[in-house]
């Protein structure tokens, strides 16, 4: 803790804001961003002080805090202008930085891939650019702790020309990357395979549930190359993943895990990560994942749902996915699907194999058990269902190969010659 940045946690409530819980998301952040809260003010207003955000008398209040907890920086819950991050910083003395820049510096340093790390650089040089007289002094006081990882690091915040062919430079770059993504995702929907898009408030769960939809496909030494970071906390993962999956029918489906959402997701990291987002445009199946022991699940899954709506451009099903029921239930839980809704635990993967089914009767309708005869002289066919589907009792004819196999009923049509008993 001694080598953790010390932060004062700074909000206002509005009148007309009925959330009470900012705060303590402002924590997490914090802890996610390896600082330490040692302490949070709160003031109650009916509207934003141009100069200072809150009122002069709250700033002295601050002021005071920071010198007897020996604060090292004061975070703001809501995003300053330049110009009061300037006249906050002359009265209080130490680092001031708003939830905007705490969030930037989070994703600078969890993002992984050449992307990631493009689209949040873009988002930061975005964010310091109309803020650069504002930002001078407190960038000058920047180590190594939080808002300090990214620009203003590279003393990019006095040349607002640099800073622009900067902006340009990297969206260049980003361009061609989605090229390369655009060409991908084609070649998957020329191959049918279906796109299922994992989305929620961040620290739902995603990545844990990919691995745990992932960790039966593959062998123990093939399921460890595989497996996606996760940790309890927020914006634990950054960079898009995409992870082939079988589903029980046989057919196959890409899974991906995007972006956690948060509210008051920066404007600058969603603009800036639109190309990784837009995966979820494309989706078959959309997975709304929650928490659902979050006590303010209902915002949360508000939140999530609006960042779908403004994401996506056409109606894509949604399977609302309720995580982490073992910690209130210890695994007693009967709940069947119902009205797109199920309840699982990713962590010791329970219901995962009822969710994989519900997706596959959702994507491919209902599943039927035959008996076919594939003659001799089709014998691509029959490797064809050996491949990708479940098949079984195979005995082998003088003219051909008698099996059992599991088809989708809307396949029924297309093997109807082969069918020798429907079970």
């Known amino acids: 803790m001694d080598d953790k940045e010390r932060c004062l946690l700074v909000a206002v409530q509005l009148s007309s804001d009925k959330d009470e819980y900012d705060i303590e998301e402002l924590e997490q952040l914090?802890?996610?961003?390896?600082?330490?809260?040692?302490?949070?003010?709160?003031?109650?207003?009916?509207?934003?002080?141009?100069?200072?955000?809150?009122?002069?008398?709250?700033?002295?209040?601050?002021?005071?805090?920071?010198?007897?907890?020996?604060?090292?920086?004061?975070?703001?819950?809501?995003?300053?202008?330049?110009?009061?991050?300037?006249?906050?910083?002359?009265?209080?003395?130490?680092k001031v930085i708003d939830r905007t820049n705490l969030i930037l510096d989070i994703f600078a340093k969890r993002a992984l891939t050449k992307e990631g790390q493009l689209q949040v650089e873009l988002a930061q040089l975005k964010y310091s650019l109309p803020r650069l007289i504002g930002l001078n002094k407190s960038l000058s006081r920047q180590g190594g702790g939080i808002g300090s990882k990214g620009p203003g690091e590279k003393k990019l915040e006095t040349d607002r020309r640099r800073i622009k062919e900067k902006i340009d430079d990297i969206q260049s770059q980003l361009n061609d990357l989605s090229k390369v993504r655009d060409t991908k995702r084609k070649k998957r929907m020329k191959d049918e395979v279906p796109i299922i898009s994992i989305v929620g408030y961040?620290?739902?769960?995603?990545?844990?549930?990919?691995?745990?939809?992932?960790?039966?496909?593959?062998?123990?030494?093939?399921?460890?190359?595989?497996?996606?970071?996760?940790?309890?906390?927020?914006?634990?993962?950054?960079?898009?993943?995409?992870?082939r999956v079988r589903l029980p029918g046989g057919r196959k489906v890409v899974f991906s895990d995007t972006v956690g959402f948060i509210k008051k997701l920066p404007t600058q990291i969603v603009e800036a990560f639109k190309g990784t987002l837009e995966e979820v445009k494309y989706a078959d199946i959309i997975i709304h994942l929650i928490d659902i022991n979050d006590e303010n699940l209902q915002v949360h899954k508000e939140t999530t749902t609006k960042l779908i709506e403004k994401i996506t451009n056409r109606e894509i099903p949604v399977i609302t996915v309720y995580n982490k029921v073992d910690k209130i239930l210890n695994g007693n839980i009967t709940t069947i699907p119902s009205n797109d809704i199920i309840y699982i635990s990713a962590t010791n993967r329970y219901n995962i194999d009822k969710l994989l089914d519900y997706i596959d009767y959702k994507l491919n309708g209902s599943r039927i058990k035959l008996r076919l005869k594939i003659p001799n002289s089709d014998l691509k066919t029959y490797y064809a269902l050996y491949e990708n589907r479940e098949t079984d009792n195979v005995e082998y004819d003088s003219d051909g190969i008698i099996f059992d196999a599991i088809l989708y009923e809307n396949e029924i049509n297309i093997y109807k010659k082969y069918i020798k008993e429907i079970y």
Do not use: C, P
Request: avoid cysteine; hydrophobic fraction near 40%; glycine fraction near 6%.
């Open 30 to 94: 914090v802890e996610a961003a390896d600082g330490v809260a040692i302490s949070s003010i709160t003031q109650n207003k009916h509207g934003i002080d141009n100069r200072f955000y809150v009122g002069k008398g709250k700033v002295d209040e601050i002021a005071a805090y920071v010198k007897e907890l020996e604060i090292d920086t004061v975070i703001f819950n809501d995003e300053l202008s330049g110009s009061q991050i300037r006249n906050i910083e002359e009265v209080v003395d130490v």
């Open 202 to 243: 961040t620290n739902a769960g995603k990545s844990t549930l990919l691995n745990a939809l992932i960790e039966d496909q593959f062998s123990d030494e093939e399921f460890e190359s595989k497996k996606v970071f996760s940790h309890d906390m927020l914006f634990a993962t950054l960079d898009t993943e995409l992870r």
